[in-house]
């Protein structure tokens, strides 16, 4: 699986949503690649990550950000306002070129809207042989194709969705387990199973699942 090896590579996409916390920043992997979406470099900089490349229509970024980031020497790709992609979809196009995993930071708080469409995002097949997780507050979301483990804690509430179309799961580590069964895009059956041991893992066979602790 991307990801696993001792040279993968993973990438920070730093969102322009809420701040992420101080917890958040302290789990990141040490040294990460670091892409910022728009606002999200100013995020990035006050959290004090290095960032590789900043990317979007700059709307709200602020200057002071944008103009440290330019003197550091920092990748800069400006987009025009009016295009059909949103910034975050843009920095996984880079960060997906780059790595093996991509861990979302900023990425909550804000409109709903926003926050449906960003989810929506990371299970996109553009990025099916990247691992990618989104860290949102107190949440995490995994996406998953194939085999994954969850990184969550003995105890912890796990939701699973089908996105896209059915999806064929089975699971190991969670109290109601599934065994190659059939989650539809627009039931509730996934939701709200718990870890009964740390790690759970998940099979999806067909199709994808974004797995949710909150």
Do not use: C, Y
């Amino acid at each position: 699986m991307p990801g696993s090896g001792p040279t993968a590579v993973t990438v920070v996409v730093v969102a322009g949503g809420a701040a992420p916390t101080g917890e958040e920043i302290a789990r990141l992997p040490p040294d990460p690649v670091v892409v910022a979406a728009d606002a999200g470099l100013d995020h990035a900089q006050a959290a004090g990550l290095t960032t590789a490349a900043a990317i979007g229509d700059m709307d709200s970024v602020s200057p002071e950000a944008l103009a440290a980031a330019e003197q550091a020497g920092t990748r800069i790709e400006r987009h025009p306002a009016d295009k059909d992609q949103t910034d975050l979809e843009l920095a996984l196009e880079l960060a997906a070129r780059l790595a093996d995993r991509v861990i979302v930071i900023g990425a909550a708080g804000g409109r709903l809207d926003h926050l449906i469409g960003n989810l929506a995002v990371l299970a996109s097949p553009q990025w099916s042989g990247v691992d990618i997780e989104a860290w949102l507050g107190d949440a995490r979301a995994f996406v998953v194709r194939g085999d994954r483990e969850l990184d969550v804690e003995f105890g912890a509430t796990v939701s699973l969705f089908a996105l896209g179309g059915p999806a064929r799961v089975s699971t190991a580590g969670l109290a109601w387990p599934l065994h190659d069964e059939v989650l539809e895009p627009f039931a509730s059956r996934g939701l709200s199973n718990r870890a009964v041991a740390s790690s759970p893992q998940l099979s999806v066979r067909e199709g994808v699942v974004l797995a949710v602790t909150p």
